[in-house]
């Protein structure tokens, strides 16, 4: 059975990382797919975990031939998702799930229009930039450049298959495990799945 593919989006500071992350660990078949990128990586990051570090020359490359299924330049440094590494897990009967922002995901929807995705929202600006602000690694000049940014990236939530508001941790996992189980139960699924008792029962 192929897998399915799952787009996540959230602004910065709404928990999309630690949320995807725990699904990953609850939830048999599901993948994490690893972004390429150009940027020096940061302490406490690994390759090959965090991301795919990348020389320029390289992601152009990869860029050249038609590689990525989405890409973007955030900053000066390129991000980008394999096709050919999505496409190879799906194909083996695992679930995907990119984080990608909104713009990211209107890419991966125009290549994979089958692709479900999730926008996940914070339940108010002000626990939103509390968050922010409890990680202590962002001035306060830098924090309100991410609020700024925040207001545009939500404003494409409209533009998903489902919406999760993380205000209580335990309920946003449950929802997103609720939305992945729920779709391996969809007619295509299930039909590929039992197709030989499908076929029995019909014969």
């Given at each position: 059975?192929?897998?399915?593919?799952?787009?996540?989006?959230?602004?910065?500071?709404?928990?999309?990382?630690?949320?995807?992350?725990?699904?990953?660990?609850?939830?048999e078949g599901v993948t994490?797919?690893?972004?390429?990128?150009?940027?020096?990586?940061?302490?406490?990051?690994?390759?090959?975990?965090?991301?795919?570090?990348?020389?320029?020359?390289?992601?152009?490359?990869?860029?050249?031939?038609?590689?990525?299924?989405?890409?973007?330049?955030?900053?000066?440094?390129?991000?980008?998702?394999?096709?050919?590494?999505?496409?190879?897990?799906?194909?083996?009967?695992?679930?995907?799930?990119?984080?990608?922002?909104?713009?990211?995901?209107?890419?991966?929807?125009?290549?994979?229009?089958?692709?479900?995705?999730?926008?996940?929202?914070?339940?108010?600006?002000?626990?939103?930039?509390?968050?922010?602000?409890?990680?202590?690694?962002?001035?306060?000049?830098?924090?309100?450049?991410?609020?700024?940014?925040?207001?545009?990236?939500?404003?494409?939530?409209?533009?998903?298959?489902?919406?999760?508001?993380?205000?209580?941790?335990?309920?946003?996992?449950s929802q997103l495990k609720?939305?992945?189980?729920?779709?391996?139960?969809?007619?295509?699924?299930?039909?590929?799945?039992?197709?030989?008792?499908?076929?029995?029962?019909?014969?």
């Open positions: 059975m192929s897998g399915i593919l799952y787009i996540v989006s959230a602004p910065s500071g709404a928990g999309k990382t630690s949320l995807v992350r725990e699904l990953v660990q609850q939830v994490l797919s690893v972004s390429h990128t150009t940027r020096e990586s940061r302490p406490g990051e690994t390759e090959g975990v965090d991301y795919h570090f990348i020389e320029t020359d390289r992601f152009v490359e990869m860029l050249n031939g038609a590689e990525f299924l989405e890409q973007a330049q955030v900053y000066g440094n390129y991000y980008g998702t394999s096709e050919p590494w999505v496409k190879n897990q799906l194909k083996s009967g695992l679930d995907v799930i990119l984080e990608i922002d909104w713009q990211g995901a209107s890419q991966v929807r125009r290549l994979m229009p089958s692709a479900c995705s999730v926008y996940i929202l914070p339940p108010s600006r002000s626990v939103l930039e509390q968050r922010l602000r409890n990680r202590g690694q962002d001035s306060d000049d830098v924090i309100a450049g991410r609020m700024a940014e925040a207001k545009e990236e939500m404003s494409h939530y409209s533009e998903a298959d489902y919406l999760v508001i993380n205000d209580n941790f335990k309920l946003a996992l609720s939305i992945l189980l729920s779709n391996r139960l969809g007619i295509g699924p299930q039909s590929e799945e039992n197709a030989n008792t499908i076929s029995e029962l019909l014969s």
